[in-house]
């Protein structure tokens, strides 16, 4: 059977218990745990809070930087009432694979770390008892893995984890895990998508069941007030005078979706759920049928302490930092992140470019900044013996991502790679099946895109033909002239735009990312490199090219906060491109785009 991917709820028919809290933890470098059965119980474990990556709680660098295999372990309480339902384990994410045990039964694995899976384990659990959980994750990158790098082997035989990416690869149980119980026959999948006519919305859905009972939709009003019903596993609800979904003016409706059996309820779920509508037409974004000039930033899920473990107050004071600076729209980079941060956007109508972990697919080691130098290493990545492996790797994300987040209002296009080498012999025939398959996939047919790498040009990129909307990460300025030649710099971006321009075929660009690293606190008159005062300059010369051009739709400065990556001469405890320090308090920058952003109208350049 299909695991389902909805969001647990409770309801008339459903219960979600967390067991987030204090779990056990064990590393294991010779891999010989299962053979040694830990699964009856950890042999000599710590504490591990969850959810959390385990990296940085250490203060031994050895546990820190761990690759390879390592454990989780807690027990759980099944009530005897739950018996004869289904008895499910759901986890928000486990980087970057796991495999789930229960009473030392094997439940379920799941390859990448950045997207839910559960384990159905009503036949090994035990009724009014504690159960053991165990679960199994190892860190390791590879080539065809999502994301892409490396692992090596020190002499002193530790494994490190070598990314071809600039983020910290943090590890863990870093989102919630729950358990659940859910009635035999249940909903497994329910699908929106939004017409406008006039002052009314079409609400066209689908249902997806396990079994053959009938199922109906009722929609309710922010005040709880019935607005819509329909019945049958497909159809369509009519709003009248529908309150549309718009940026920093969410509106969100409450579908709840039953399986009926006569006046019995067999299943009943519900969502929140904004209605809008979002489509690329005439060069611009157009949400609602009007345009919208896209702002924001590249993130990450990355907090001090915590890793990418999911923290509500980290994702609350990011929230209200974006609004604060006016902000409409963000990018997952370089990954889908927790559910409960979509359920936020949608709360606070802001909008996502919703991206799958397809980053690193550059042939070179340190790739994100060798490739954008055009070293002469050899750059072609779809033309491995291992990329028919990688290819099916993105495909099982690009699904999950889109079957997770498909009636998120706030989530408004996929971003299928970033940074990719796309300028090679096997490009097309990598993208193309994914493309399609977000189409396939999405019945919003949002809109589909990729972050296109400074070293691929208008002339040289296979991959932008596929493109809905052309995304840009630019550094005019920071990687390339930056300094006392940026004049020379914004003379070559203004030549690179006129390329695009050639090529863009009526689509918008927009940048998802420009940025250059900046010490906070670090002042010097005239500016230098990683001065409060040259980011603002780096900024100001990027937005004047922007503002130049009316095919320009959108901006996303690269990055929200400053961030951990591996260390190396690139980084300084991390990547500073920060326009808020990693605890969220402002650069001089942020001043900056506060007054720029809060002075653009929505529809800028309409
Ligand atoms: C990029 C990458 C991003 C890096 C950024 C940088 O192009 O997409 O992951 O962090 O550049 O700061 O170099």
């Given at each position: 059977?299909k695991?389902?991917?909805?969001?647990?709820?409770?309801?008339?028919?459903?219960?979600?218990?967390?067991?987030?809290?204090?779990?056990?933890?064990?590393?294991?470098?010779?891999?010989?745990?299962?053979?040694?059965?830990?699964?009856?119980?950890?042999?000599?474990?710590?504490?591990?809070?969850?959810?959390?990556?385990?990296?940085?709680?250490?203060?031994?660098?050895?546990?820190?930087?761990?690759?390879?295999?390592?454990?989780?372990e807690?027990?759980?309480?099944?009530?005897?009432?739950?018996?004869?339902?289904?008895i499910?384990?759901?986890?928000?994410?486990?980087?970057?694979?796991?495999?789930?045990?229960?009473?030392?039964?094997?439940?379920?694995?799941?390859?990448?770390?950045?997207?839910?899976?559960?384990?159905?384990?009503?036949?090994?659990?035990?009724?009014?008892?504690?159960?053991?959980?165990?679960?199994?994750?190892?860190?390791?990158?590879h080539?065809?893995?999502?994301?892409?790098?490396?692992?090596?082997?020190?002499?002193?035989?530790?494994?490190?984890?070598?990314?071809?990416?600039d983020?910290?690869?943090?590890?863990?149980?870093?989102?919630?895990?729950?358990?659940?119980?859910?009635?035999?026959?249940?909903?497994?999948?329910?699908?929106?998508?939004h017409?406008?006519?006039?002052?009314?919305?079409?609400?066209?859905?689908?249902?997806?069941?396990n079994?053959?009972?009938?199922?109906?939709?009722e929609?309710?009003?922010?005040?709880g007030?019935?607005?819509?019903?329909?019945?049958?596993?497909?159809?369509?609800?009519?709003?009248?005078?529908?309150?549309?979904?718009?940026?920093?003016?969410?509106?969100?409706?409450?579908?709840?979706?039953?399986?009926?059996?006569?006046?019995?309820?067999?299943?009943?779920?519900?969502?929140?759920?904004?209605?809008?509508?979002?489509?690329?037409?005439?060069?611009?974004?157009?949400?609602?049928?009007?345009?919208?000039?896209?702002?924001?930033f590249?993130k990450?899920?990355?907090?001090?302490?915590?890793?990418?473990?999911?923290?509500?107050?980290?994702?609350?004071?990011?929230?209200?930092?974006?609004?604060?600076?006016?902000?409409?729209?963000?990018?997952?980079?370089?990954?889908?992140?927790?559910?409960?941060?979509?359920?936020?956007?949608?709360?606070?109508?802001?909008?996502?470019?919703?991206?799958?972990?397809?980053?690193?697919?550059?042939?070179?080691l340190?790739?994100f900044?060798?490739?954008?130098?055009?070293?002469?290493?050899?750059?072609?990545?779809?033309?491995?013996?291992?990329?028919?492996?990688?290819?099916?790797?993105?495909?099982?994300?690009?699904?999950?991502?889109?079957?997770?987040?498909?009636?998120?209002?706030?989530?408004?296009?996929?971003?299928?790679?970033?940074?990719?080498?796309?300028?090679?012999?096997?490009?097309?025939?990598?993208?193309?099946?994914?493309?399609?398959?977000?189409?396939?996939l999405?019945?919003?047919?949002?809109?589909?895109?990729?972050?296109?790498i400074?070293?691929?040009?208008?002339?040289?990129?296979?991959?932008?033909?596929?493109?809905?909307?052309i995304?840009?990460?630019?550094?005019?300025?920071?990687?390339?002239?930056?300094?006392?030649s940026?004049?020379?710099?914004?003379?070559?971006?203004?030549?690179?735009?006129?390329?695009?321009?050639?090529?863009?075929?009526?689509?918008?660009?927009?940048?998802?990312?420009?940025?250059?690293?900046?010490?906070?606190?670090?002042?010097?008159?005239?500016?230098?490199?990683?001065?409060?005062?040259?980011?603002?300059?780096?900024?100001?010369?990027?937005?004047r090219?922007?503002?130049?051009?009316?095919?320009?739709?959108?901006?996303?400065?690269?990055?929200?906060?400053?961030?951990?990556?591996?260390?190396?001469?690139?980084?300084?405890?991390?990547?500073?491109?920060?326009?808020?320090?990693?605890?969220?308090?402002?650069?001089?920058?942020?001043?900056?785009?506060?007054?720029?952003?809060?002075?653009?109208?929505?529809?800028?350049?309409a």
């Amino acid at each position: 059977m299909k695991h389902s991917l909805l969001y647990p709820v409770n309801s008339a028919s459903r219960r979600a218990v967390s067991l987030d809290g204090m779990w056990k933890f064990q590393f294991d470098p010779q891999s010989t745990g299962l053979a040694s059965g830990w699964t009856k119980g950890l042999p000599d474990p710590v504490s591990m809070p969850v959810p959390s990556s385990f990296c940085d709680l250490f203060t031994d660098k050895d546990s820190r930087e761990y690759c390879g295999d390592f454990w989780y372990e807690t027990d759980f309480f099944v009530p005897g009432e739950w018996q004869g339902s289904d008895i499910v384990l759901r986890f928000g994410s486990a980087t970057h694979r796991a495999r789930v045990f229960v009473n030392g039964t094997e439940v379920a694995s799941h390859e990448g770390g950045f997207l839910p899976f559960s384990a159905d384990v009503t036949d090994v659990v035990r009724y009014n008892t504690r159960n053991r959980l165990s679960v199994l994750l190892n860190n390791e990158l590879h080539e065809y893995t999502l994301p892409a790098g490396e692992t090596a082997v020190l002499k002193n035989g530790k494994k490190v984890a070598a990314p071809y990416f600039d983020f910290y690869n943090y590890a863990g149980l870093q989102r919630p895990v729950k358990l659940l119980c859910l009635p035999q026959e249940q909903i497994v999948d329910f699908t929106v998508s939004h017409r406008l006519c006039g002052e009314d919305a079409e609400v066209d859905y689908t249902v997806e069941t396990n079994g053959s009972h009938d199922c109906t939709v009722e929609v309710y009003d922010a005040d709880g007030r019935p607005v819509a019903s329909a019945a049958g596993r497909a159809g369509t609800l009519h709003i009248a005078g529908a309150r549309l979904w718009n940026v920093h003016a969410a509106y969100l409706y409450t579908f709840v979706v039953r399986i009926v059996d006569g006046g019995r309820v067999v299943d009943e779920y519900s969502e929140k759920i904004g209605i809008r509508t979002f489509e690329v037409k005439d060069g611009h974004f157009l949400l609602n049928g009007k345009p919208i000039y896209l702002r924001g930033f590249g993130k990450h899920e990355d907090a001090d302490l915590r890793g990418r473990g999911l923290d509500l107050v980290t994702v609350k004071r990011d929230f209200e930092c974006m609004k604060w600076i006016g902000a409409n729209c963000f990018r997952t980079s370089h990954y889908p992140y927790a559910d409960e941060i979509y359920q936020m956007a949608d709360e606070e109508g802001f909008l996502i470019i919703d991206e799958v972990p397809a980053v690193g697919f550059f042939e070179s080691l340190m790739n994100f900044a060798a490739a954008s130098q055009g070293n002469g290493k050899a750059l072609g990545y779809f033309e491995k013996e291992t990329t028919p492996t990688l290819l099916e790797n993105h495909k099982q994300a690009l699904t999950e991502m889109i079957t997770r987040d498909k009636n998120h209002a706030s989530v408004i296009a996929w971003s299928i790679l970033n940074e990719p080498q796309c300028t090679s012999e096997g490009t097309e025939a990598y993208f193309k099946p994914l493309f399609d398959l977000a189409r396939e996939l999405d019945a919003q047919k949002r809109p589909r895109t990729y972050a296109i790498i400074m070293h691929s040009t208008p002339e040289t990129s296979r991959g932008q033909q596929f493109a809905d909307f052309i995304s840009l990460n630019r550094y005019y300025g920071w990687y390339a002239m930056g300094g006392n030649s940026i004049s020379d710099a914004e003379e070559a971006f203004r030549e690179e735009m006129d390329g695009w321009n050639q090529v863009r075929r009526g689509r918008p660009v927009i940048f998802t990312e420009y940025g250059a690293d900046t010490l906070a606190g670090e002042h010097k008159l005239p500016s230098v490199m990683w001065s409060q005062e040259y980011q603002n300059e780096y900024l100001d010369m990027n937005h004047r090219v922007f503002d130049s051009y009316d095919f320009v739709q959108g901006e996303l400065v690269w990055n929200f906060a400053d961030f951990q990556t591996t260390e190396g001469i690139m980084r300084v405890n991390g990547n500073k491109k920060g326009i808020f320090t990693r605890q969220r308090q402002p650069k001089d920058a942020a001043f900056h785009f506060r007054a720029r952003w809060t002075a653009l109208p929505d529809d800028y350049k309409a």
